[in-house]
């Protein structure tokens, strides 16, 4: 079992900046991938990016791909999403969520979420 627990979302303007942080407790943080996905309002909730349980590969949608980073600390038992030039169109809340591979790329791939944290970007 896994518990999730994400932080460090806010109201910014575009072409900002956020990190936003998903704090895990439970057994075996690190024999999991890490994924960020966002669901804005009306819409699906989709994938966002990956990372492996060694944090040796990554994976990002194109939409974000050269604007954000994910990362884990598995010292910390914690993933982050660093989101810079940040655009209205990244509004959305943000979930984290724990995998058994870091190919899943499907939302009822993973068993363990977040509750979320809400991303705003003004124009």
């Known amino acids: 079992q896994v518990q999730l627990v994400e932080s460090g979302g806010g109201l910014v303007q575009a072409g900002g900046s956020l990190r936003l942080s998903c704090a895990a407790s439970g057994r075996s943080f690190n024999s999991y991938a890490m994924a960020w996905f966002r669901q804005a309002p009306g819409k699906e909730r989709e994938f966002v990016s990956v990372i492996s349980w060694s944090g040796g590969s990554t994976y990002y949608v194109d939409s974000v791909k050269g604007r954000f980073t994910i990362s884990r600390d598995n010292t910390k038992n914690t993933v982050y999403l660093q989101m810079n030039s940040l655009k209205p169109e990244d509004t959305a809340v943000y979930y984290c969520?724990?995998?058994?591979?870091?190919?899943?790329?499907?939302?009822?791939?993973?068993?363990?979420w977040g509750q979320g944290t809400q991303v705003t970007v003004s124009s």
């Open positions: 969520a724990a995998g058994r591979s870091y190919y899943y790329r499907v939302r009822n791939e993973y068993h363990y």
